[in-house]
């Protein structure tokens, strides 16, 4: 009787409200220390802005230089991020999270030895090749863990490290460019790329004991719920349909490309503008680097709200189109009234909230898309393509704004131009992405049913 009980207890059908429970469960688990190590990233990827307050004077850099180091760091994104995501998918996303957060956290403690221009390029260019893979690999590392249905916040509630970055690193960034400058010898700008490296190595050596790479080795998961996870996202996979699963063959659906294109017109808001809020801030009259650090954590208050109501709506009506473009669309008008309102300090201010809030907003809708194209090894190396190509907008969208500076003597110009691209990313998502929604492709159900 006892060996029927349990045979009618791991047969019964899987019930929304116990899974869901369950993956409530494993999002308290992993997602903080997701959001922790790309807190880190971008943290040590865009203290750069703060160091421009005085770093580009002493060493005698043009905005031109700066904006090209800025952005090169894309570059390395570029040439591993594939690999890197290819590679997680064979020896585990302990490992992976581990080797890019130790090695990228040496490579921003290194920044503060910076004495020319072209050391400046180079260990910007090792600093993006050495993060390459965490992004694709976290939203990679999803798919393992949560069915589609649930998605788009999970990758919304890892983003939100994004403003985290800000809303905490801006005061910190600022008061050490604020209070170091001199100590010990070393000017302020180094300090903070001292001071904001050393967590990152420490963090990544915590992903060794923190980072489960699947389910099934979850010791956190009881026997009865680990079943629960691996039969819904195995039924998720099923209702998914038919996906291309070969990354040679991804390599040759047009969409896939189009998905490159939008993801660099989409992402050249946030890739560029982070880099300035300091100096634009800087430019409506803040003078005190305290407060122009405290200034810089508005906007990303703005977008922590708005990505998980957002990312929370998509999921709920199933639908990612919309969701992804809207963002777009809003972005642009507040890149726009950046340049518009120059002589307004607070609707200028406004704008640059509007501006950055939505550009983050656009991603977690936006990164449902690929998996509903591909599975396997396609979506591993689909996502890393992507973003990969597509973030070389952070190198291009610096340099042209850096170059368009120094041209015309305002930062608005290379504003309108991020702008237009951000209008392309919505009008290409708008007519070639999917219509309807999820729910319509089975993959809303994926929870009901027999297990």
């Excluded at 008061?175 to 420490?202: C, D, H, K, T, Y």
């Amino acid at each position: 009787m006892k060996h029927l009980a349990e045979s009618a207890t791991t047969l019964r059908p899987i019930v929304v409200g116990d899974i869901d429970a369950v993956y409530a469960k494993i999002a308290r688990r992993i997602i903080p220390f997701l959001v922790l190590l790309f807190l880190m990233a971008w943290l040590d990827r865009y203290n750069l802005g703060f160091a421009k307050l005085q770093m580009v004077k002493d060493l005698g850099f043009s905005e031109a230089v700066y904006g090209f180091g800025a952005g090169i760091v894309y570059l390395g994104y570029m040439l591993f991020e594939i690999p890197s995501n290819l590679l997680l998918e064979r020896i585990g996303a302990r490992k992976t999270f581990a080797r890019i957060t130790i090695l990228w956290g040496f490579t921003s403690m290194a920044m503060m030895f910076v004495k020319s221009a072209p050391w400046f390029y180079v260990l910007r260019f090792l600093l993006g090749s050495f993060e390459a893979g965490l992004l694709p690999g976290v939203v990679l590392y999803l798919t393992y863990w949560f069915p589609a249905r649930h998605r788009a916040q999970m990758v919304a509630l890892f983003l939100t490290s994004i403003p985290l970055s800000t809303i905490l690193g801006g005061p910190l960034s600022g008061w050490i460019m604020g209070s170091m400058g001199g100590r010990a010898g070393l000017a302020n700008w180094q300090w903070l790329f001292l001071l904001e490296g050393v967590p990152s190595i420490l963090v990544g050596l915590l992903a060794f004991l923190i980072v489960v790479d699947k389910p099934a080795n979850a010791g956190w998961l009881t026997e009865g719920e680990k079943r629960l996870v691996l039969a819904d996202l195995e039924k998720d996979r099923v209702n998914a349909g038919a996906r291309e699963h070969g990354f040679s063959q991804a390599l040759k659906l047009p969409r896939v490309w189009l998905l490159t294109v939008i993801h660099f017109c989409a992402t050249s808001s946030n890739a560029t503008i982070t880099f300035w809020v300091p100096s634009i801030i800087q430019g409506f009259g803040v003078t005190n680097a305290i407060r122009i650090g405290m200034l810089s954590a508005v906007p990303y208050i703005g977008a922590l709200v708005g990505m998980v109501l957002v990312s929370r709506h998509s999921d709920r009506t199933r639908e990612r189109r919309y969701h992804a473009a809207l963002p777009c669309l809003m972005c642009a008008a507040g890149l726009v009234g950046i340049g518009l309102f120059a002589g307004t300090p607070r609707l200028a201010f406004g704008a640059l909230v509007v501006a950055v809030a939505s550009a983050l907003c656009y991603n977690g809708p936006f990164w449902q898309i690929p998996p509903m194209l591909l599975a396997g090894t396609a979506v591993a190396g689909g996502i890393a393509l992507i973003n990969s190509l597509g973030m070389l907008t952070g190198w291009v969208g610096p340099s042209v704004v850096g170059w368009l500076e120094d041209v015309t003597g305002k930062t608005a110009t290379g504003l309108y131009v991020i702008a237009g691209l951000e209008v392309l990313a919505a009008a290409l998502i708008l007519l070639f992405m999917p219509r309807g929604s999820l729910a319509a492709d089975g993959v809303g159900s994926a929870a009901s049913g027999p297990a």
